[in-house]
């Protein structure tokens, strides 16, 4: 069931959309901090002046990735960094090369 669940949440093109950015943040986002967007996230900030979507809604996007271990939060402060969690989306690849 859990990939049900997986699958929902990518059908929205901004979580996609989301998913693909942090794949690359040295390219996609300008680091305004003294965090490795690699390592740590990419600031919730960042992500939505990109997609250009109300913070609100961007929130509600990266929690939802995040729920469905799609992305990695991590607090410094009182900001929030997000990354991929390159494991779970490896075994979701596998699920679709193996299952589908």
Not at 28 to 36: Q, R
Not at 37 to 55: A, F, M, P, R, S
Request: aromatic share 12%.
């Amino acid at each position: 069931m859990e990939n049900v669940e997986t699958f929902k949440t990518l059908s929205n093109e901004y979580r996609l959309k989301i998913l693909t950015l942090l794949k690359e943040p040295k390219k996609y986002f300008y680091n305004e901090t003294k965090v490795d967007e690699v390592e740590t996230g990419v600031c919730v900030g960042e992500i939505q002046k990109l997609l250009n979507l109300t913070q609100s809604t961007t929130s509600h996007y990266l929690s939802m990735l995040e729920k469905d271990n799609l992305l990695i939060a991590t607090r410094i402060g009182k900001w929030t960094y997000y990354r991929r969690n390159e494991e779970m989306i490896s075994d979701f690849k596998n699920f679709i090369l193996e299952e589908l």
